[in-house]
Antibody, heavy 117, light 105 residues
Framework: DVRLVESGGDLVQPGRSLTLSCSAS????????VTWVRQAPGAGLEWVGL??????????EYATSVKGRFTFSRDDSKSVAYLQMDSLRTEDTAVYYC????????WGQGTRVTVSS | DIQMTQSPSAISASVGDRVTITCRAS??????LAWFQQKPGKVPRRLIY???TLERGVPSRFSGSGSGTEFTLTISSLLRDDFATYYC?????????FGQGTTVE
């Protein structure tokens, strides 16, 4: 079965850091970009960014709201993508989804991040 | 950043109705426009990409159209299963941006 599973969501204080993981199975993870999308409570979808496959240098793109604070990476040997979030703000509170295969064909179930003092 | 504006924000509709949702981009996006459906408590699902192309398994009652800066998602005859929130996404320029969503209720 094709699967993506996010993990690492937690309650953190503003200004702190957190790293999310997106574990893939059932498809050729190394050949696919990984996209991150978040959804604040009661709000719409927000594109966070993506990391391309290593074929394209694992280059990254970020939303303006997270650029300079969030960093994507990937470990194809483990079929895992990471989202490192630094200098967290209360407005980063959301469910974070990863998706892959033609960017959006497969989604994880999401992991919740709450930024609060 | 390209701004995506959906209208209306909510639609009150009944089974069998024809439903149209509009998405306007703040600049041209070369038809790099996708539509997503999200049901409450569920993961989003891409319905359409490249303005017109249905994802595998998406019923033919869904269709997409448009060009330039104005795009539409049409549900030809609404089924109970279609009550959800719909989002457009431009994937022409980085950063990609979603519309604010349209709830069909």
């Amino acid at each position: 079965d094709v699967r993506l599973v996010e993990s690492g969501g937690d309650l953190v204080q503003p200004g702190r850091s957190l790293t999310l993981s997106c574990s893939a199975s059932g498809f050729d993870f190394a050949k696919n970009a990984v996209t991150w999308v978040r959804q604040a409570p009661g709000a719409g979808l927000e594109w966070v960014g993506l990391i391309r496959s290593n074929t394209y240098g694992a280059t990254t793109e970020y939303a303006t709201s997270v650029k300079g604070r969030f960093t994507f990476s990937r470990d194809d040997s483990k079929s895992v993508a990471y989202l490192q979030m630094d200098s967290l703000r209360t407005e980063d509170t959301a469910v974070y989804y990863c998706s892959s295969i033609r960017y959006f064909e497969q989604w994880g179930q999401g992991t919740r991040v709450t930024v609060s003092s | 950043d390209i701004q995506m504006t959906q209208s209306p924000s909510a639609i009150s509709a009944s089974v069998g109705d024809r439903v149209t949702i509009t998405c306007r981009a703040s600049q041209g996006i070369n038809n790099y426009l996708a539509w997503f459906q999200q049901k409450p408590g569920k993961v989003p699902r891409r319905l359409i990409y490249g303005t017109f192309t249905l994802e595998r398994g998406v019923p033919s009652r869904f269709s997409g159209s448009g060009s330039g800066t104005e795009f539409t998602l049409t549900i030809s005859s609404l089924l109970r299963d279609d009550f959800a929130t719909y989002y457009c996404l431009q994937h022409n320029d980085y950063p990609w941006t979603f519309g604010q969503g349209t709830t069909v209720e």
